[in-house]
């Protein structure tokens, strides 16, 4: 079985990044709208805290989470804007505090966590690791929202890996959210990761006519919908791979409106 530590490692590490980014700013700048409509920074932190307390709940307390699915339930529309809302309105500092203190506990249960142990989500089960990597991948993509508000630039690491490997997983997922029949066929994908080495991430068979080929981060960016396809170096060869680049995503849930391209009128 594989060891799935390094996934939680850079799962803390990728929220400690995150954390170096909105720990210091002022509370006019927890205001300050993000890319996501009706959304602040608050928000982005909120949300991120709110789904933490969530998957912790998932990991350790069955009944609970139970009770939140059932929320869930009764409000599919709102519930998650609703805890992004509920977070927003406290002080910034307690806010902060909070989801520090939500991820490090999210953080220990799942090391702790018995080995090909299944826990309850709001989709499918999860293992921890891939609990971890989901939490991972919206972490990145939240704390896009917020570099993006605050225009900044953030140095991508290799910790995408995790985000590109749900994105590819997902490309049924992404067909199927629209009521497409998704392509028989699998498709290459082969990404150039960050780390500058050369190196490149390789998914599907090698042989296949399907292809996708590009930069790791602008992957990443297009299946997490924080930029538009024509503002990203990802290339496609053949008809579903191109349709799939339209399409894609790697998070649960419909797929919303998605960025314009740059210079767009919104």
């Known amino acids: ?24 700013l002022s509370e006019d700048a927890w205001a300050l709208a993000t890319p996501a409509a009706g959304w602040t920074v608050a928000h982005q932190i909120a949300h991120l805290a709110w789904t933490d307390r969530s998957a912790l709940l998932a990991v350790t307390d069955l009944a609970a989470f139970g009770a939140e699915v059932e ?44 080995r090909g142990v299944r826990f309850p989500w709001y989709g499918p089960p999860m293992s921890a690791a891939s609990m971890a990597t989901a939490r991972l991948m919206e972490t990145w993509a939240h704390g896009q929202d917020i570099a993006d508000a605050l225009h900044v630039m953030r140095p991508p690491t290799d910790r995408l890996r995790h985000v590109a490997r749900i994105g590819v997983r997902a490309r049924d997922f992404a067909f199927g959210v629209r009521g497409l029949t998704p392509p028989e066929e699998e498709f290459r994908v082969e990404l150039t990761s960050p780390s500058g080495d ?15 080929t590009g930069p790791a981060l602008d992957f990443c960016l297009l299946v997490v919908r ?8 990802v290339r496609a060869q053949g008809t579903d791979a191109d349709h799939w680049l339209d399409i894609a995503q790697a998070f649960a849930g419909p797929p919303g409106a998605g960025r314009p391209p740059k210079g767009a009128t919104e």
């Open 1 to 24: 079985m594989t060891d799935p530590t390094p996934v939680f490692d850079d799962l803390r590490d990728e929220s400690e990044e995150l954390d170096r980014l909105v720990g210091e």
């Open 71 to 114: 929320k869930a339930l009764a409000a599919p529309d709102r519930f998650v804007d609703d805890g992004a809302e509920e977070g927003a309105g406290l002080p910034p500092a307690r806010l902060l505090a909070e989801w520090r203190a939500g991820r490090d506990a999210l953080h220990k249960a799942l090391c702790s966590a018995p």
């Open 198 to 212: 050369g190196t490149v991430w390789t998914y599907g068979p090698e042989d296949a006519t399907q292809r996708v």
């Open 226 to 233: 924080r930029a538009h396809r024509a503002d990203l170096a």
